[in-house]
């Protein structure tokens, strides 16, 4: 039986290299098929100084105008956003194919852009994170929780 389960990230404008990089690296370490991001403020900055493991060049890392318009087939676009009525994270259930939206550093995703995702969810924490280890708990969630998707145990 082939495997079910797939994710990619999506980012909105992401603005520091640092960051990408750790995401690239986490993209590495959680069996992430791809990246992809929008807006033009990584590419003046980006040389991958944190993706120590060179993952970008294994995992693609994609430029690309609109998230939207590239959501892999049968995937659930999920929002990762501190706002009302997001899914607190620990309970709640990935999608066998999702694809994870999060916004830049320095701000929030759109409403609209929360509009075309299924699901919104939220980690709960006493403060703001950075944006890579908010990738990172979220793909080491979505690990943790192998059996517990909306198809149930991998074989």
Not at 41 to 70: C, E, G, M, S, W
């Amino acid at each position: 039986m082939a495997n079910k389960r797939y994710s990619c990230i999506g980012l909105v404008n992401p603005k520091s290299p640092d960051n990408v990089g750790s995401i690239m690296r986490a993209a590495g370490c959680y069996s992430v098929s791809s990246v992809f991001y929008t807006g033009t403020r990584y590419d003046r900055a980006k040389d991958f100084v944190t993706d120590t493991k060179r993952v970008h060049l294994d995992i693609p890392l994609i430029n690309i105008d609109d998230l939207q318009k590239i959501i892999p087939l049968g995937c659930t676009p999920v929002a990762v956003e501190l706002v009302d009525g997001a899914h607190a994270l620990p309970e709640y259930t990935h999608p066998d194919r999702a694809i994870y939206i999060f916004g830049p550093e320095d701000g929030s995703l759109s409403k609209e852009i929360r509009a075309w995702c299924e699901d919104v969810v939220y980690i709960p924490t006493q403060g703001c994170m950075n944006l890579a280890a908010t990738v990172n708990v979220v793909l080491y969630d979505r690990m943790a929780k192998g059996n517990n998707t909306k198809s149930g145990p991998k074989f």
